[in-house]
């Protein structure tokens, strides 16, 4: 079975200040595909980024990049020029490749609750 | 397009009664899987939809139940409802197996 492990409860930065959150997963898995997923106080999870195992190159999506490695089974998150409206609990998440066996779903971290101070 | 989602919003249900929850996926999305979120457990897989077809289930008791529609609609089913499964219940819906999950609301369950 898959476990991932976020390390960071909760964490507070100021406005425009850039935050990294932790992330580590177990596997024995050599494919798979890792994300993280946004939950502001409204409750609805929000992807964030994905990124594919098999993929050396980092994922970025805006201020949002990922440093991925897949040796460490290390999968942490960077948040630039951090904004009011990234106040939320983060989820770091895993999940196997489907297939004929089908989906495992998403296992997911306990959570960061990041709070970005104005 | 609209996103994922999910009726109703909130529930009260007295310990021993049943529950059905509806979700919408995006359409043409066929992978519908459901989530329980709660303080203790944090979120844990229920099972996954794909074609109608139960693909996979978490560790959960027989008492939780789903299945899909040929519309991709799904629907989860709690019997015998006890304290423990209150919990904010979370549909997300994929196009395939193996594309990212787009979560709805969710509902919020409260067993009294």
């Known amino acids: 079975a898959q476990t991932v492990t976020q390390s960071q409860p909760e964490m507070s930065v100021q406005e425009a200040e850039t935050v990294t959150l932790s992330c580590t997963y177990d596997t024995s898995e050599n494919n798979y595909y890792l994300f993280w997923y946004k939950q502001p106080p409204s409750r609805q999870m929000i992807l964030v980024i994905r990124?594919?195992?098999?993929?050396?190159q980092n994922a970025t999506e805006n201020r949002f990049s990922v440093n991925f490695q897949k040796a460490a089974k290390s999968f942490s998150l960077k948040i630039s020029d951090s904004q009011l409206g990234d106040t939320a609990m983060y989820f770091c998440?895993?999940?196997?490749?489907?297939?004929?066996?089908?989906?495992?779903?998403?296992?997911f971290g306990k959570g960061t609750h990041l709070i970005i101070q104005p | 397009k609209a996103g994922v989602t999910q009726t109703p919003r909130y529930l009260i249900k007295t310990r021993g009664q049943q529950v059905t929850l509806s979700c919408s996926p995006i359409s043409g999305h066929r992978s519908v899987s459901w989530y329980q979120q709660t303080p203790g457990q944090g979120l844990q897989f229920l099972f996954e939809?794909?074609?109608?077809?139960?693909?996979n289930k978490g560790n959960f008791p027989g008492r939780f139940s789903g299945r899909q529609f040929s519309n991709s609609r799904s629907e989860m089913n709690v019997s015998t409802l006890e304290l423990g499964d209150s919990a904010l219940y979370l549909c997300?819906?994929?196009?395939?197996?193996?594309?990212?999950?787009?979560f709805g609301q969710g509902t919020r369950l409260t067993v009294v």
């Open positions: 990124q594919e195992a098999y993929k050396q």
């Open positions: 998440a895993f999940m196997r490749p489907g297939g004929v066996r089908g989906a495992d779903g998403l296992t």
């Open positions: 939809y794909f074609s109608e077809t139960q693909r």
């Open positions: 997300a819906s994929s196009f395939g197996l193996n594309t990212e999950a787009f």
